[in-house]
Structure formats: C-alpha cells, structure tokens
C-alpha cells in the first residue's frame, strides 16, 4: 500500500485514477489540477508516488517532474498522457519518471505500473 498523490486537470480523470487505486490498497493522499499544485502538494504530503498529467495549465507535467526532482532527486513519478504525446512521453522518462501511462487507462496496466515503480 502506497500515498500516492494524482495530479490531473480533469476531475472525472482524477476520480478513475483514485478508484483504481483505492481497488488495488493504495491511498490517495492528494489531488492536483496543474503543475503548481503538485509542486506545493509534493512538498507538503511526501507521498510515495505521484501520478502526473503531462497536459495541464499554469504548469505542465514535464516542468512540474523538473521541480519535483529538484526537491527529491528519488521521487516517483508516473507520467499520464493521451496518445500522440509520445515525444513528450520520451522526455519525461529522461527527465527521471519511472514510467507512463496512456489514456484511457486499464486498470491492470495501471495497478502493475505502480507496483513495479514501488518495488
């Protein structure tokens, strides 16, 4: 069981992350809409993982996993994105995200993401 923290500019996004994770044991300790939250969020809270949106307003998600490493270089970040974002996918996990996740999500491919970065 992990404290995850979900950053997303879509409510109805956050919420299926949040039942996902709550099926699979997990606890959601947060919940963000742009990348500044997560930021103050992630300093705050410490979860143990955040699930991060790469589209969003006020800060996207590449700039916000930049910040966020800043403040702990072992942070684990799971970048969220919609198809054709796979450039942006490819920076993200050499920024330092440890994986990615494509919209729309299937549970089991989200649950075993999140399990294997936690191991």
């Known amino acids: 069981m992990a404290n995850i923290l979900i950053v997303d500019d879509a409510k109805f996004m ?7 994770l709550k ?9 963000a809409e742009n990348g500044n ?9 410490r979860p ?5 949106d790469i589209t969003m307003p006020e800060l996207n998600g590449i700039d916000a996993l930049k910040k966020i490493l800043k403040i702990n270089s072992n ?14 996918v490819v920076d993200a ?18 649950l075993e993401a999140i399990n294997r970065v936690l191991d």
Do not use: W, Y
Not at 14 to 20: A, G, L, Y
């Open 14 to 20: 956050r919420v299926t992350i949040t039942n996902m």
């Open 23 to 31: 099926k699979g044991g997990h606890v959601v300790v947060g919940e």
């Open 37 to 45: 939250e997560a930021i103050e969020l992630f300093e705050s809270l």
């Open 48 to 52: 143990d993982l955040v699930t991060m």
């Open 75 to 88: 942070a684990k970040v799971i970048m969220c994105s919609a198809m054709g974002q796979q450039k942006l």
């Open 93 to 110: 996990i050499e920024l330092g995200a440890k994986d990615f996740l494509v919209k729309p999500f299937e549970e089991n491919r989200v």
